[in-house]
């Protein structure tokens, strides 16, 4: 998602649609760029839905859509459409052996997107984490 501080000319927004009025069988499309492709469009099904565990009170459930539309790497963030044109999820990853579409894609839902990145307070905690491993972890 992105906000931004004017709107270009002529520009049309996609409507961030219910996403719990989507069904498995549903046929959905997904606008990328995949290895840098832009302007790309695959088509499938949304193949299941899942919910990751809330864990606490604290935590939020976070839902995801299933779809075989094909999905590569440079697709992560691409809206997932209804045929109405409405977002219906934001592609997040794919499962894969090869490093490419296997039918095995998902995108967080519009409402898991909305509850996580419109409706509830930022939070930022000024902390960033770092992972160093292999030779930099020795202190070389």
Do not use: C
Not at 46 to 75: C, I, M, P, W
Not at 108 to 131: D, H, M, V, Y
């Amino acid at each position: 998602m992105l906000q931004l501080e004017r709107n270009p000319v002529n520009a049309v927004v996609a409507t961030l649609g219910d996403s719990d009025k989507v069904d498995v069988g549903d046929q959905i499309f997904v606008v990328g760029a995949p290895y840098g492709l832009s302007r790309t469009l695959t088509a499938g099904h949304v193949s299941g839905r899942h919910t990751l565990n809330k864990r606490s009170e604290n935590t939020t459930a976070v839902e995801f859509l299933q779809t075989d539309a094909a999905v590569n790497s440079g697709n992560s963030g691409s809206p997932v459409f209804n045929l109405d044109g409405e977002v219906m999820g934001i592609v997040s990853n794919i499962m894969s052996r090869s490093g490419g579409s296997e039918g095995l894609a998902f995108a967080a839902t519009s409402n898991t997107a909305r509850r996580l990145l419109l409706e509830q307070k930022p939070f930022w905690s000024g902390i960033e984490g770092l992972l160093v491993d292999g030779e930099s972890r020795k202190g070389h």
